[in-house]
């Protein structure tokens, strides 16, 4: 073992996806194996399994992590060689980036709702990270945002559209009553969107591509593989980029930043948002504070306590946002 290897974080973490399509019986299958396999490799973290594929983030020793997605490629024996496009971004941390493991059956492992995007049978064009200065750099570039509002504010790419969602779910609608006038009006030669690790614009410029969009283009691997390749002093990116695991949100360097999360509303806070009077640790923050009742904080008060006094493991203290996966 090199110096190097011996001061890298132990943890290795994986996000991933593929669309393809999964039988029943290899779904439920993988719904099987894969808990039993995590346990016996000490691997924690989240899988999503639907008739249209897979997506997850996962963390553990690298001989586990290789484990889970070397049983994933198997079932390419299954008759199903789409598992080659097994998309994988790899980052390390000191400690575990989540505290179990969890196997579901979902009905798409990215939430859109529109049976119609679909990129197993169509999608934009895979744009790899070390081109992407030059694609939005380029005025006639619609550059958009894919992702959610509060995860926009935590990074972008300087110049990108935000649709300012709640959910991935409300793209199409934004699509329809914002997208199409503004394309109608500026007539951009091109869209290029981009999302955390690929998986959103993926399947936002398969819907595009359906609704009549010309020239949509996509981030391959997304963000994380952005900063992976493309050295920080040539970067388009500012901020840090927010994951759906315990350390909230990542720097150039693909380690832990500086956010934290509300653990009343799982919302990304920055150290100057903690520092505010309305920011009481485990009740409010400055994002939440109107939204919940006197007796909703009263309870989040009491598992604060509970939490401090070790009652409770941190996880019960924290509500995880609605689009799990990048």
């Known amino acids: 073992m090199t110096a190097a290897q011996a001061e890298s974080p132990p943890f290795l973490v994986a996000a991933f996806y593929a669309f393809t399509s999964l ?33 997850g983030t996962i963390s553990g020793p690298d001989q586990g992590v290789t484990a ?34 969890k196997a579901r059956r979902k009905r798409e492992i990215v939430s859109l709702g529109q049976p119609c995007a679909d990129p197993r049978r169509n999608v934009g064009t895979y744009v790899d990270p070390r081109n992407w200065n030059e694609l939005v750099d380029d005025p006639d570039t619609l550059v958009i945002d894919t992702r959610n509002a509060y995860e926009v504010a935590v ?27 503004l394309v109608e009006r500026t007539s951009p030669a091109r869209i290029a969107m981009f999302c955390t690790g690929g998986i959103r614009c993926e399947k936002a410029s398969s819907f595009l591509q359906q609704r009549g969009f010309p020239e949509v283009h996509h981030l391959q691997g997304g963000i994380l593989n952005y900063l992976e390749q493309v050295p920080e002093e040539q970067s388009r990116w500012e901020g840090e ?8 949100a990542l720097n150039h360097q693909l380690e832990p930043g500086q956010h934290s999360l509300c ?8 150290p100057e948002q903690r520092q505010l009077e309305s920011c009481i640790p485990g009740v409010q923050c400055l994002q939440c504070r109107d939204r919940f009742t006197d007796d909703d904080r009263a309870r989040f008060a009491m598992r604060q306590s509970q939490l401090r006094q070790g009652v409770l493991s941190h996880s019960s203290g924290w509500q995880s946002r609605p689009d799990t996966h990048g």
Do not use: M, Y
């Open 263 to 270: 653990h009343a509303c799982g919302l990304p806070l920055t």
């Open 23 to 55: 039988s029943p019986a290899a779904l439920e299958s993988l719904l099987t194996d894969l808990p039993e396999l995590a346990f016996c490799e000490q691997v924690v973290g989240s899988v999503l399994l639907a008739p249209e594929g897979v997506n």
């Open 68 to 101: 889970i997605l070397e049983c994933l490629r198997s079932r390419i024996t299954l008759g199903d060689a789409h598992f080659e496009r097994l998309q994988v971004k790899r980052s390390r941390s000191n400690r575990q980036a989540f505290r179990r493991f």
């Open 241 to 248: 980029c927010f994951v759906f695991d315990q350390r909230v």
């Open 155 to 181: 990074g972008s790419f300087v110049g990108s559209l935000d649709p300012a969602t709640v959910s991935f779910r409300d793209f199409p609608g934004w699509v329809e009553q914002h997208l199409r006038p």
